[in-house]
C-alpha cells in the first residue's frame, strides 16, 4: 500500500509540474525519489558540470545553455549513483536504490579507488551524513563514534595541549605523537616536527568522506602509520556551506565551505574560525587561585585553484592556520602558527604531489604551589619547524589486476628554543635539534583469484636520517656555551604486505593479512622534553624506530540493509617508545622516553550496522590486551599492560527522519586504563551520550541543536598526578545554510 501511495504521489506530481510549466522558460524538472516514492534528502544532480542540490520534495530544475538532450547523474550518501537521459521541457523521474555496505567507495586501502567489498583491510567510512549527523565539533570527537581509535589520555583537541593529540588504533600505544598516520587529501596533517596532529585544521563542513584502516599499514605510507592511516577527502561539489553556531561554555563557531567552476577552471575555499571559554581541568574540591578555565581559539583557511583538461588535471593550494590556548593555569600557555603551500597533478596513470610548510610553537610550563593558589614560569620553549614533501604514484588496471608503483620523500628541519626559569629569572638558554630525512619506494599489485578471490601484495622500502642534530646550554651565569653533538643516525625499514580476500557464497566474505610496519622517532621525542603538572618528561637522543610485526582474520557477513563483521588482530612491536618513570618525590615525577623492548597487542573487534530508508544504527565493539612482553632494562614492567590502552570500548550512534526532524545519538565507552608505565595511576571507565536535532526549513536552511556529554558526567582522563577532568556538558545550536 505504502509504495502505490508513493507511486501515486509520483505520477501526480509529475502531472501538477508539467501543467505549471507551461508558459514559462523551457526548463528541464525532475524528482529524486528512492523506490517507496519517497524524496531522498541529499541527493544532487550533476549535469554539464554543474551539480544542483534537490530540494526537500526531491525536486530539481535546471535550464539547459544550448542543448535539447543530454545525460544527468543523481546520487546520494547510501545509494547507488545512477544516469538519465533528459529531453528540453520533459520531467526525469529518478529512482535511487539503497547501495549495499560493500558498495561503498574507500581508497585509503590502497591508495586508488577500490570498492569496499573488494579490499582485505578493516576499513571504516564516514560519509558526509555521518559527519553532519554528529554533535562534535571537531574530527577527532567525530572519530570516536569508531571503536579501537583512541586519543592520548583521552582528551580532544578543543581542550588537550597540542603535543598530546596523538591517536591510535587497536592499542598500539597512544602517545602524544601520533602513531596512526593522518591525511586530508593525500597530504599528511602529523606535525612534522612532533608527530601530532592539528585536528583543528579540517573543518568539518568541508569533508565529504573520511576513511579509517587498521592494522600497519607501513607498506603504503611509511613512518607514522605503525597503527593504521586515517584519511580525509574535501569535496568537491560546486555549493556554498556555511554553518554559524553558539553555546555554552562560551562556544562561537563559523565554518565556511564554497567553490565553484568556469570551464576548465575551479576554485575552492574552505575555512573555519572557533573560540571557546573552556572547562576547569581540576575538580572544585582541587582547583585554587592559579587554576583557569582550558580555553582555546583557532583560524584556518584553505584555498585551491584547479584546472582540468583532457590530460588531466592539476591544482596548487595555499593554507594557513592559527591557534592559542590556555592550559588550565593563569601562565600555562600556548600558541601554534603554521602556514603551508601545496601543489599536484593526476596526469592519467601518473599522480604527483608535493608541499612545503613552517611552522612556529610556543609554549610556557609551571610549577604550581601545592595549595594551587600560585605558580612560577619554569621554562618557556620556542619552537620554528620547517616540513617538505614529495610524492609520485603510477597505476595501471585491467580487468584481473591492479599494480602501483610510487616513491615519496619528507624533509623536516626543527629545533627548541628553551629558556630555563627559576625565581623568575632566566637561567639558562638552551637549543637542541636537527634535520630528519625519509625516502622511500613502493609497489602494489592486486590480483583477483577466479570469481571470488583478491590477493594483494605489497612492499616498501624506506631509508630514514637524523643529522646536523646538537643540543646547546648557555648559562646566564658564566655565558659559556656547551655544546652536546648527537652523532648521525640513519635506518632502513622493510614494510611487507600480503592479504587476501575470499567471498564466501553470497552473504559471506573471509579476509586475512599479514604486515610488516615501523615509525621513526620524532625530532620532538629525540630533543624536546616537557612538564605536565609535577610530572616531567625528559628527551631521548638515543632512540631507535619502533617496528611492527602483525597480522588479523576476519568474517563478514551482509544480507539486505544489515551488515556485520568481526576481526581478529595482534601486533607485536619492537622498541616502542614509552615514556619511562625513573623517578618519584612528593613534588615531582621524572620519566624519560625510552624504547621499551616489545609490546603485543592483541584482540578482536566487532561490528554491526542496520540501515532502512529514513533511519540507521550500528553498534561496534573492540577487546584489546596490550602487554609489556620484554624490558631487560626493567624487567618488573614486564606483564603489565601498556599504558592509556584500554581493554574494553563499545561505541553506538543512530539516526532517523521523522516528521521533518533529523535527530541522532552517539555513544562512547571506554574501560580502565593506566596513566603510567608501572600500572600505578588507573583511569576509572567512563561513558559519555551525545545528541544532535536539527530540522529544514525549504531547500537550503537547517536550523540544529547539539549537546555532546548530555549526563554532564565528569570522569578521569589524566593524571599529574591530580586527577585531570574530561568536558562537562556541552550545548550549541546554530544554522547551515547550503545551497
Known amino acids: 500500500m505504502r509504495r502505490a501511495v508513493g507511486i501515486l504521489s509520483v505520477l501526480v506530481w509529475a502531472v501538477a509540474g508539467s501543467l505549471h510549466a507551461q508558459g514559462e522558460p523551457a ?36 535550464e539547459p545553455a544550448r542543448e535539447t538532450a543530454g545525460r544527468l547523474e543523481a546520487s546520494a550518501p547510501g545509494f547507488v549513483t545512477v544516469e538519465r537521459d533528459w529531453r528540453l521541457g520533459e520531467t526525469v523521474d529518478v529512482m535511487l536504490v539503497r547501495a549495499a555496505w560493500s558498495e561503498q567507495v574507500t581508497v585509503t586501502a590502497s591508495r586508488e579507488s577500490l570498492r569496499l567489498g573488494d579490499t582485505a583491510a578493516r576499513a571504516v567510512v564516514l560519509d558526509r551524513e555521518s559527519l553532519r549527523s554528529t554533535a562534535a565539533v571537531t574530527l577527532d570527537d567525530t572519530l570516536r563514534q ?19 593529540q596523538g591517536a591510535s588504533l587497536r592499542g598500539v600505544g597512544p602517545s602524544g605523537a601520533s602513531r596512526t598516520l593522518v591525511l586530508l587529501d593525500g597530504l599528511p596533517l602529523n606535525d612534522g616536527f612532533g608527530g601530532w596532529v592539528y585536528w583543528s585544521r579540517v573543518p568539518r563542513i568541508a569533508l565529504e568522506r573520511v576513511e579509517l584502516v587498521e592494522g600497519g599499514a607501513s607498506d603504503l605510507y611509511g613512518s607514522a602509520a605503525l597503527a593504521g592511516a586515517i584519511q580525509g577527502f574535501v569535496r568537491s561539489d560546486s555549493a556554498v556551506s556555511l554553518e554559524l553556531a553558539a553555546g555554552d561554555p562560551g562556544e562561537q563557531q563559523a565554518s565556511l565551505y564554497a567553490a565553484g567552476r568556469r570551464g576548465a577552471w575551479g576554485a575552492r575555499f574552505a575555512g573555519e574560525a572557533f573560540r571557546t571559554d573552556g572547562y576547569y581541568l581540576l575538580d572544585d574540591g582541587v582547583r585554587g587561585a592559579a587554576d583557569t578555565r582550558a580555553d582555546s581559539r583557532h583560524l584556518s583557511g584553505a584555498l585551491r585553484l584547479d584546472r582540468r583538461g583532457d590530460r588531466g588535471s592539476l591544482f596548487v593550494q595555499g593554507a594557513r592556520f592559527g591557534e592559542s590556548r590556555n592550559n588550565g593555569t593563569g601562565l600555562q600557555t600556548n600558541d601554534t602558527d603554521w602556514s603551508q603551500l601545496s601543489a599536484g597533478a593526476d596526469l592519467g596513470k601518473l599522480s604527483l604531489r608535493g608541499y612545503y610548510g613552517t611552522q612556529t610553537y610556543h609554549q610556557t610550563f609551571t610549577a604550581v604551589a601545592a595549595d594551587r593558589n600560585s605558580e612560577a614560569l619554569t621554562r618557556t620553549q620556542r619552537v620554528p619547524s620547517r616540513d617538505a614533501g614529495l610524492s609520485a604514484q603510477w597505476s595501471v588496471s ?54 571470488r578471490a583478491v590477493l594483494t601484495l605489497a612492499a616498501r622500502v624506506d ?56 615509525r621513526a622517532p620524532t625530532l620532538n621525542e629525540l630533543y624536546r622534553g616537557f612538564r605536565v603538572g609535577d610530572t616531567q618528561t625528559l628527551a631521548n637522543a638515543e632512540l631507535d624506530s619502533e617496528r611492527l610485526r602483525g597480522g588479523e582474520a576476519g568474517l563478514g557477513w551482509e544480507r539486505g540493509r544489515l551488515h556485520a563483521r568481526v576481526v581478529g588482530f595482534l601486533a607485536d612491536v619492537r622498541d616502542p617508545v614509552a615514556n619511562v618513570t625513573l623517578r618519584v618525590t612528593p613534588t615531582l615525577i621524572t620519566r624519560q622516553r625510552q624504547n621499551l623492548g616489545r609490546t603485543r597487542s592483541q584482540g578482536v573487534a566487532s561490528e554491526l550496522e542496520a540501515a532502512w530508508t529514513r533511519a540507521r544504527f550500528s553498534v561496534g565493539y573492540t577487546f584489546t590486551d596490550a602487554t609489556v612482553k620484554e624490558f631487560s632494562a626493567a624487567p618488573d614492567l614486564e606483564g603489565k599492560r601498556v599504558a592509556q590502552v584500554p581493554r574494553h570500548q563499545w561505541t553506538a550512534q543512530g539516526r532517523a527522519s521523522l516528521l521533518g526532524f533529523d535527530a541522532s545519538a552517539q555513544a562512547r565507552y571506554g574501560g580502565s586504563q593506566f596513566e603510567d608505565d608501572q600500572n600505578l595511576q588507573a583511569l576509572p571507565s567512563y561513558f559519555v551520550l551525545d545528541g544532535r536535532v536539527s530540522r529544514r526549513f525549504g531547500k537550503s536552511f537547517e536550523a540544529f541543536a547539539a549537546c555532546e556529554n548530555l549526563t554532564g558526567s565528569r570522569y578521569v582522563v589524566g593524571l599529574t598526578p591530580l586527577a585531570t577532568l574530561g568536558p562537562p556538558r556541552i550545548v550549541r545550536v546554530g544554522l547551515r545554510l547550503d545551497r
Do not use: C, M, Q
Not at 416 to 435: K, L
Open 27 to 62: 526548463r528541464v524538472r525532475g524528482r529524486v525519489a528512492d523506490r517507496d516514492g519517497l524524496p531522498v534528502a541529499g541527493a544532487r544532480v550533476a549535469v554539464a558540470g554543474a551539480s544542483i542540490t534537490v530540494g526537500a520534495d526531491g525536486s530539481f530544475a535546471f
Open 398 to 451: 585491467s580487468k584481473r589486476n591492479a599494480f602501483s608503483l610510487g616513491v615519496d620523500g619528507r624533509f623536516v628541519r626543527g629545533h627548541s628554543e628553551e629558556n630555563a626559569i627559576a625565581a623568575g629569572r632566566v637561567t639558562s638558554f638552551g637549543d637542541s635539534g636537527g634535520d630528519e630525512s625519509s625516502l622511500a619506494a613502493f609497489a602494489t599489485d592486486r590480483l583477483a583469484i577466479g570469481s
Open 146 to 164: 569508531v571503536p579501537g581509535f583512541t586519543l592520548f589520555r583521552r582528551t580532544g583537541s578543543r581542550a588537550a595541549n597540542p603535543t598530546a
Open 463 to 518: 631509508g630514514w636520517s637524523l643529522g646536523d642534530a646538537a643540543s646547546l646550554v648557555t648559562p646566564v651565569a658564566t655565558g659559556v656555551t656547551a655544546t652536546t653533538p648527537f652523532p648521525d643516525k640513519s635506518a632502513t625499514a622493510f614494510s611487507p604486505r600480503a592479504a587476501l580476500l575470499v567471498r564466501l557464497g553470497r552473504e559471506f566474505r573471509f579476509t586475512g593479512s599479514g604486515y610488516g610496519a615501523f
